[in-house]
């Protein structure tokens, strides 16, 4: 069996429940095809280098397992189909070299305590209810500067 490493960007506009169910489907597909889910590393909302179907962000998520390669053309194909998930990327860990990196990385996506995993609305919300709160809010002479350097440090 070989190492694998599979990288999917979710769509950002599902909920955090419909972007969990998301990775159990591909967590399932790999031990349903007989592959041994070795640790999986959500790195949470992140702006996307590109526009993909309109979408600016995408919730990204890596699955590290070892399985037949079968599996793998069988996981690509499901995701190929899932509309709900915006691009992927599988990477396979063939020498000894290789392998030691991603002996790391499992036990770096092991080792990340659930407190530190993002999750995807609790990102984006605080921003969007300050950015409202300021532009409701009357401003005095004093705090337009303050203001306008905030603005500015933000784009």
Request: aromatic share 8%; net charge negative.
């Amino acid at each position: 069996m070989n190492c694998y490493e599979t990288l999917f960007v979710v769509k950002p506009t599902l909920t955090g429940e419909e972007i969990e169910g998301q990775i159990a489907r591909v967590q399932s597909i790999v031990a349903e095809q007989g592959g041994e889910l070795k640790a999986t590393d959500e790195m949470g909302m992140r702006r996307l280098a590109y526009p993909i179907e309109k979408q600016e962000r995408g919730y990204y998520t890596v699955v590290y397992y070892t399985a037949p390669s079968e599996l793998v053309a069988e996981l690509e194909r499901q995701l190929r189909y899932n509309e709900e998930i915006l691009r992927f990327m599988t990477v396979k860990y063939s020498n000894k070299k290789e392998l030691k990196i991603f002996e790391k990385m499992v036990e770096a996506a092991n080792k990340k305590p659930a407190a530190e995993k993002p999750s995807a609305p609790a990102e984006e919300a605080p921003a969007v209810e300050e950015q409202t709160q300021n532009a409701e809010a009357p401003a005095a002479e004093s705090e337009i500067p303050v203001q306008e350097t905030a603005e500015k440090s933000e784009a």
